[in-house]
């Protein structure tokens, strides 16, 4: 079988990181002073293995709300004698100045810096202890860096107190005194959103041997002195930099660049206009160029060759052909070419193997990949126009498509614009359409990253996407590996008492499957959590608005599933006033079937308590269960229930029958003519896994009303659907049972042909396995 899209596995390098990270203190650290992780004496770790250890342990900080920083994470790499770090990515609020500072003595090759606004000037000081071998520096949007602390001097001291550690830094005071002076090996410098008061070209004048520079969102006093690394400068970023005739002039004398970025985030921002002289200029003067963006920027008619004189046939690369006149000087197609939001992108013919724009789903997808990380604003605009192709058309590169959306909620868990549009492209990628190419690997993902938007975000519009797309995976199988964690964030999405209806219909849904068909044990934990309470307040405010609608039929739904075989969920249910909405439900929609069975089916449930039947024991109750016994609501189920409610309770006897009206043996009599006016062939809105309460009603002679009803719910559930129910039967001992109800004497004539029936059906199924009625059942509920 080929191997479905995303299924390759991680490396043992990956799993034996991340398995090391959740266990610190077994692997590799012990518990030092005041609680501080310690690296045991005996370890020592080469630079690939420690560059590991902290780049992925900032991915497990973001991505994965089980995983619990460590305080002093960063310490353990303060020595150099038994730790060597060499590349170091950091992002986010989550770095402070003292996690910099611990690693100070380290020899950076690399270090990223990207939005870590909580870092202040003390940083900037950490960042000359690396100068002498620092290759590769980014600065990308840590605005704050360039400030001190409450107005405090520039200061790095081992020793210092943290006392503002856990806020931003303030913008009180511009640092003045740092500059890249001694940085004589850097060679790649991003700084990204430079706060307009810091003077790019006194801060840069030190640097004299870049080849990368990146200075998107800077406000540039003066270009000229970009010329001073004309020879060196292979790749030059620009994006949002207000551009000029003379910083275009600038541009092209920097002849060996290979990478030009001069793009800009909208058209509606721009007052540039680029021109075909200016587009031929950089082509003819940057001879070397493989890659261009020019995205977000008006472009002049005159630049595109009219459509009736384009070269025929199909779509090509070849300079020669190309629909844009000025890159028909080019030498070689591009290796990219940037065109979003710009018209170029809808021609025909681009000289460029990776072409960003909105044309087609490739060229959306170039986008994405392209704008993620530095870029959301662009990524979040690339990705619903994904949306729409993944709704409207059809995505036809599914695993690029899920891997990128995947990669930027990951990487901006705190945009909303990215949550809102990345969770509604994953519900359309992830329908049942395309289903089958998906592994589970990449499932598991797709939920993860769902289950941090959700956990990040209260905002409607992102609840109800996530919702929705978790609607789209098999529950409970999909998301039993996070099935503790689904649950507490659908039960908080239900806490409020006025929800959007919508989503408070959809939260219920996946409630309630998620409590269907999964063991006691998980249950168990989801009642401990406040899922009866939850389902019960929903009710109750459905009952106020005299609402019967989906919540709250699926939240009786869901009560009875999460009751079933759990004593301690059915306590719950009677210690919050349970049965005093059973019957106030009872009374306000006396029409109301599905509503019916599902609140019979969780009573069935609490009766198969011996210790709770008692509270079920009273005249009020009784009546109306016995009343329930004449309703033809739902076919069956509801009377059935009622009658499997009561058969529980005379299973106890006569003499905890204390109550006067209604008598017991006129509660029997009903109960044996509501089971006489039964189809036994009744197709069943019910699902049994264990026949275990049934079968002890069945050797017993207290309650032969009970032992009949136990019996004829066998006999009906074996001939309607024998592939399901005969193997259960056979395999929980119930022949066995059925055989000591023929010796009884107590038994009555008719359930003891009953039960010869039962045996017979299943002895007649072990003969022929194959011959099963193909009868389709409906799994509304757990069981009665």
Known sequence: MAAKAGDNPDSLMTLATVFCLRNLRK??????????????????????????????????????????????????????????????QLRED??????????????????????????????????????????????????????????????CNEDTEDEDEESPASRQALETDFNFQGFNRLRLLNLGGLPDEVDAETLLKPLKSLTSLDLSNVQLLGTAFLTQWKDRLASLVLYNVDLSEELVSTVVEIVNLRHLDISRESRRTSKFKMTRKILTSIVQRLVSLVSLDISGHI???????????????????????????????????????????????????????????????????????????????????????????????????????????????????????????????????????????????????????????????????????????LCNFSIPEELEFQYSRVNQLLLKILEPARQDESIQRI????????????????KEAVGKMGFVKTMLNLIQKKLQDRMCDQVMEFSWSALWNITDETPDNCQMFLNCRGMNLFLECLQEFPDKQELHRNMLGLLGNVAEVKALRPQLLTPQFITVFSNLLDSKAD??????????????????????????????????????????????????????????????????????????????????LVSVYPSKYCPLLIKEGGISLLEKVLELDSSQPETKDMASKVMEQCEKFKEDPMETNHAQEVNYGQRG
């Open 27 to 88: 692997t590799m650290c012990y518990q030092g002073f005041k609680n501080w992780l310690c690296l045991r004496s005996d370890i020592f770790l080469p630079s690939e293995i420690c560059d590991k250890l902290v780049n992925t342990y900032m991915e497990l900080v973001h991505t994965d709300s089980n995983f619990e920083p460590e305080e002093s994470f960063f310490q353990l790499f303060s020595d150099p004698r038994s730790t060597r770090l060499t590349r170091v």
């Open 299 to 469: 472009m002049l008619d005159n630049c595109t060759v009219p459509h009736f004189e384009e070269a025929m046939g199909r779509p090509s690369t070849e300079p020669c052909k190309s629909s844009i006149y000025p890159f028909q000087e080019l030498k070689r197609p591009l290796q990219f070419l940037g065109l979003y939001d710009t018209t170029l992108c809808n021609v025909t013919h681009i000289p460029a193997y990776k072409v960003t724009g909105s044309k087609n789903e490739d060229q959306v997808l170039n986008a994405i990949e392209a704008y993620t990380e530095f870029r959301p604003e662009l990524a979040h605009r690339a990705i619903n126009q994904l949306f729409d192709i993944a709704r409207i058309q059809h995505c036809s590169q599914l695993l690029r498509a899920l891997q990128l959306v995947i990669a930027a909620l990951k990487c901006h868990k705190y945009d909303k614009s990215i949550q809102v549009t990345g969770s509604a492209a994953l519900f359309y990628l992830t329908n049942t359409e395309y289903r089958s190419d998906q592994s589970v690997r990449l499932r598991r993902e797709v939920i993860q990253v769902v289950l941090n938007g959700m956990e990040q975000y209260q905002e409607v519009t992102v609840q109800r996407n996530c919702c929705l797309t």
């Open 635 to 716: 076919g069956i189920e509801v009377s059935y229930n009622a009658c499997g409610v009561l058969s529980h309770i005379m299973f106890d006897g006569p003499e905890v029958w204390s109550m006067e009206d209604p008598r017991r043996d006129t509660v029997m009599d009903k109960m044996w003519d509501a089971i006489q006016s039964w189809d036994v062939s009744s197709h069943r809105n019910i699902n049994y896994r264990s026949f275990e309460p049934i079968l002890r009603l069945l050797p017993q002679s207290i309650s032969p009303v009970s032992q009949h009803w136990a019996t004829w719910a066998l006999y009906n």
């Open 507 to 522: 939260a219920v849904h996946l409630c309630n499957a998620l409590v269907c068909q999964v063991d006691n044990h998980h």
């Open 94 to 155: 989550f770095v402070r100045d003292r996690d910099l500072e611990a690693i100070r003595k380290q020899d950076l090759i690399e270090l990223h810096l990207t939005y870590c606004n909580s870092l202040s000037s003390r940083s900037l000081k950490t960042l000359t202890c690396f100068r002498e071998t620092l290759v590769s520096l980014c600065l990308f949007g840590c605005s704050h860096i360039f400030y001190r602390k409450g107005g405090a001097p520039l200061a």
